[in-house]
């Protein structure tokens, strides 16, 4: 084989590699758009009463960040290819059920198991990309193209889901497509994704030694408690007081000091600890850490509530409201691409900052907005601005994460990244939902369910989420101002 001709197929089989994985995320995403968009169609099909409303959106969430963590660690243990061709199928098996469920707790339970599936196939992309490809362009590309499933599968799915809610394939068809294409990758990935370095052989005493059981217990229960807590008062903010939710964040804020300790002690004996203390002593990695929690729930808040205003504010169709989605799409494509194709030229701190100080005028348009302005004024530079801090965020956090794990634990770096986002994804719904319910009750209109009265609920979600990117910025400017350049290839 010429020298030429090895390089085309180095290079088609990591196309054919960056293409199956992130299919993978874009396919999870999509389904979640789908649900965004056809929410209240949804509801009204399955019966779903209004306090469950944002339960099948949390719980997917939910379910996602209890089981990264463990995801991430058996894939370190057992191997990547494993753990992410089950979790490929599986993803697949319950987005179609999803597409069948015939009442709404049926659907809640699909994307609880959805949620699942998703969990295993998100931390072993990154491993898998990290395994295959050196540290240079082509795994920043792929770690970008990782970044670009999300949100623009996301995106995609609020537009085909307005468009099939529009016509007279409903939104079950949604469904049944992402089931499909997720089948297909997983065959592609059945005979593409490399083989697992050679590991040891799986006994009780490697499971018990390698894997820091605790603190996936202690961890994974303290995010499941208070992402859960948040989701029960969404409804009703008063449910704070209900001695069961008293009794479990006290539990959960007890879980926090435990894991601390638990991680020092294992580190100090020189154990293999689940996220070492000396990790958060490195000021790039804390500060990502909250940038990635802060940004997540600011860019599904908004466009949860984007949705909701374009159809209840200003009474638009799924399908005319979806369309307003699509900046969104196009903004996505360009800067994860040009994030990955960049980011070992530009210094990280610099392309954080800029996105992030642009992406705070987002929230700030739609908290000043009149509904009746059209919509070029104000929400289509609102739509457009929004991702631009999580899409670049997305390539840098990644490549100053895996940096700080060891080559042996990738899996468990993709794990703690996917754990962070979901967990701000999930806190940020509940808390944004609870803002929402909370200021429109209190609103002076005596129907509550009027296009005025929701307005003032949702300008109040918007200054909040205006303030956190004010707050990422601040973490920032402070935390990442000595980075420099990431992604630089190495000898």
Same mark, same amino acid.
């Given at each position: 084989?010429?020298?030429?001709?090895?390089?085309?197929?180095?290079?088609?089989?990591?196309?054919?590699?960056?293409?199956?994985?992130?299919?993978?995320?874009?396919?999870?995403?999509?389904?979640?758009?789908?649900?965004?968009?056809?929410?209240?169609?949804?509801?009204?099909?399955?019966?779903?009463?209004?306090?469950?409303?944002?339960?099948?959106?949390?719980?997917?969430?939910?379910?996602?960040?209890?089981?990264?963590?463990?995801?991430?660690?058996?894939?370190?243990?057992?191997?990547?290819?494993?753990?992410?061709?089950?979790?490929?199928?599986?993803?697949?098996?319950?987005?179609?059920?999803?597409?069948?469920?015939?009442?709404?707790?049926?659907?809640?339970?699909?994307?609880?198991?959805?949620?699942?599936?998703?969990?295993?196939?998100?931390?072993?992309?990154?491993?898998?990309?990290?395994?295959?490809?050196?540290?240079?362009?082509?795994?920043?590309?792929?770690?970008?193209?990782?970044?670009?499933?999300?949100?623009?599968?996301?995106?995609?799915?609020?537009?085909?889901?307005?468009?099939?809610?529009?016509?007279?394939?409903?939104?079950?068809?949604?469904?049944?497509?992402?089931?499909?294409?997720?089948?297909?990758?997983?065959?592609?990935?059945?005979?593409?994704?490399?083989?697992?370095?050679?590991?040891?052989?799986?006994?009780?005493?490697?499971?018990?030694?390698?894997?820091?059981?605790?603190?996936?217990?202690?961890?994974?229960?303290?995010?499941? !408690? /208070?992402?859960? #807590?948040?989701?029960?008062? $969404?409804?009703?903010?008063?449910?704070?007081?209900? &001695?069961?939710?008293? %009794? +479990?964040?006290?539990?959960?804020?007890?879980?926090?000091?435990?894991?601390?300790?638990?991680?020092?002690?294992?580190?100090?004996?020189?154990?293999?600890?689940?996220?070492?203390?000396?990790?958060?002593?490195?000021?790039?990695?804390?500060?990502?850490?909250?940038?990635?929690?802060?940004?997540?729930?600011?860019?599904?808040?908004?466009?949860?509530?984007?949705?909701?205003?374009?159809?209840?504010?200003?009474?638009?169709?799924?399908?005319?409201?979806?369309?307003?989605?699509?900046?969104?799409? !196009? /903004?996505?494509? #360009?800067?994860?691409?040009? $994030?990955?194709?960049?980011?070992?030229?530009?210094? &990280?701190?610099?392309? %954080? +900052?800029?996105?992030?100080?642009?992406?705070?005028?987002?929230?700030?348009?739609?908290?000043?907005?009149?509904?009746?302005?059209?919509?070029?004024?104000?929400?289509?530079?609102?739509?457009?601005?929004?991702?631009?801090?999580?899409?670049?965020?997305?390539?840098?956090?990644?490549?100053?994460?895996?940096?700080?794990?060891?080559?042996?634990?990738?899996?468990?770096?993709?794990?703690?990244?996917?754990?962070?986002?979901?967990?701000?994804?999930?806190?940020?719904?509940?808390?944004?939902?609870? !803002?929402?319910?909370? #200021?429109?009750?209190?609103?002076?209109?005596?129907?509550?369910?009027?296009?005025? &009265?929701?307005?003032?609920?949702?300008?109040?979600?918007?200054?909040?989420?205006?303030?956190?990117?004010?707050?990422?910025?601040?973490?920032?400017?402070?935390?990442?101002?000595?980075?420099?350049?990431?992604?630089?290839?190495?000898?």
């Amino acid at each position: 084989m010429t020298q030429l001709n090895y390089r085309c197929c180095i290079r088609s089989s990591a196309v054919i590699l960056i293409t199956t994985l992130s299919g993978i995320t874009f396919v999870g995403s999509m389904s979640g758009g789908l649900l965004t968009v056809g929410l209240p169609t949804i509801a009204k099909d399955l019966n779903l009463p209004n306090n469950l409303l944002l339960w099948p959106a949390s719980v997917y969430s939910l379910a996602n960040g209890c089981c990264l963590l463990l995801a991430g660690s058996m894939a370190d243990f057992m191997g990547n290819r494993m753990i992410n061709l089950t979790g490929c199928f599986l993803l697949g098996a319950f987005i179609l059920a999803c597409g069948v469920s015939q009442t709404g707790i049926q659907m809640i339970l699909f994307r609880t198991f959805q949620g699942i599936a998703t969990s295993m196939c998100l931390p072993t992309a990154f491993s898998i990309l990290t395994d295959a490809m050196p540290t240079g362009k082509r795994r920043n590309i792929g770690f970008a193209c990782l970044g670009l499933g999300q949100p623009l599968g996301f995106s995609m799915g609020l537009v085909l889901g307005g468009l099939f809610q529009g016509s007279s394939l409903g939104w079950r068809f949604g469904y049944y497509l992402c089931a499909g294409i997720s089948m297909v990758l997983t065959v592609v990935n059945f005979f593409k994704l490399p083989k697992d370095a050679h590991r040891e052989p799986i006994s009780w005493r490697r499971l018990r030694s390698e894997i820091d059981w605790v603190g996936i217990l202690l961890s994974s229960s303290c995010l499941g !408690i /208070i992402s859960y #807590v948040f989701a029960t008062i $969404t409804d009703s903010p008063s449910n704070i007081q209900r &001695a069961e939710n008293i %009794v +479990l964040l006290s539990a959960a804020g007890v879980m926090i000091p435990a894991f601390l300790g638990w991680m020092n002690w294992r580190e100090r004996n020189g154990k293999s600890a689940l996220i070492p203390n000396s990790l958060w002593k490195n000021t790039a990695f804390a500060s990502v850490c909250v940038m990635v929690l802060l940004s997540w729930a600011v860019l599904n808040g908004m466009e949860t509530i984007l949705s909701l205003f374009f159809q209840e504010v200003q009474d638009l169709s799924a399908f005319q409201a979806a369309l307003r989605f699509l900046p969104n799409v !196009i /903004i996505g494509i #360009v800067l994860n691409i040009g $994030t990955g194709l960049l980011v070992h030229r530009l210094h &990280a701190d610099h392309l %954080v +900052l800029v996105s992030t100080f642009l992406s705070t005028r987002s929230p700030l348009l739609m908290a000043i907005i009149n509904p009746n302005w059209s919509w070029w004024y104000c929400a289509f530079w609102a739509v457009l601005l929004g991702p631009l801090s999580a899409d670049v965020i997305f390539t840098i956090a990644n490549l100053i994460i895996t940096d700080a794990f060891t080559p042996k634990t990738q899996g468990l770096a993709g794990a703690v990244f996917n754990t962070i986002a979901q967990f701000g994804t999930s806190i940020g719904l509940a808390i944004f939902a609870i !803002i929402s319910t909370g #200021v429109t009750q209190g609103s002076s209109y005596p129907n509550k369910v009027s296009p005025e &009265a929701l307005m003032v609920g949702y300008r109040a979600v918007f200054w909040t989420c205006f303030g956190l990117m004010l707050a990422a910025c601040a973490v920032g400017t402070l935390g990442l101002r000595k980075v420099g350049k990431v992604g630089l290839k190495r000898d």
